[in-house]
């Protein structure tokens, strides 16, 4: 059968994989598909929803299996996809934080109550605010959340935000005028994930673990090769080869089972969401978890195959 894989840069193993050919060699006719070339879907109000587009494409011919950040697969759950997470990465602290400026009056979560924070709505960002505000005894409903996407920085420098969850490279280019609010770390794991749907995995079994035996032989060779793959995400952004690199060399590659403590988490999360009207139903996260699958992503990577 012909799988159709989706990637884009913000999942740097999919990414890396799409580009050696590496899954090719026991899938000869798998379909690439660049999550940017798909339609964009609908993007609510921060204070009306969350976008689903990740899951949606699951279930509307787009992929088979795709690799995204923490909030996507509970966004489609909460629309009521039948969704299996496979794997996820190790955490991703070093990835971002929430920030506001040096010179703000804002000295903890608790005094964004009433004031503006910019994020990327439906991201892992969302995830973080929505856990420093609970941590604080703060709702979503005591601040006013603001879709900023690549504005962010502007807007957080300019005034006309009061907080930003911010990350790389973005947040590097303004850090130094910034103060940490709160540390990702101790606060969320922020992993990579897997994700597909249960109709894949349950009946493409030899497919699905062709494409996690593929993904862990490229993250083996992404530990071993820093600076070729960072060239992988230069040609395609024009960027700094030299940050990619540095990037990616603080970034945990690998794939790890389900556990327990990152179903919580999920959990937390989507627990959030509903009571913040995100979405619309509750969720059990472990509704998505297979077990067997954890047995797959415990098989080692054969040296043959790196």
Partial sequence: MSVKVGFFPHNNSLWVLRHRGILERSLPSVQWVDLRELPPGERPSPREGLPSVHGDHLFDGGYDFIGTGSTPPVTAQGKGHDIVYVAVSGPRHENGRLVTRADSPVTSVADLRGRKVALGHGSWQTTLL??????????WGDIEP???????????LDGEVDAWVGSYP????IEARTRTLVETDGLFSHRSLWFTRRDFATEHPAELAAIVHALQESDAWIKENYREAAELFAADDGGDVAAWEHALRHRPFGLEPVS????AEQQRAAD?????????????????????LAELVRQPVSSSRR
């Fill in 260 to 263: 327990e403590e990152f179903v």
């Fill in 146 to 156: 603001v879709d900023a996407g690549v504005d962010a920085a502007r807007l957080l």
């Fill in 130 to 139: 929505l856990f420093a505000l609970d941590d604080a005894g703060l709702s």
């Fill in 170 to 173: 973005a947040l590097g280019a």
């Fill in 272 to 292: 959030l969401f509903h009571a913040a009207g995100l979405i619309d139903r509750p969720v059990v996260v472990a509704d998505a978890v297979l077990p067997e």
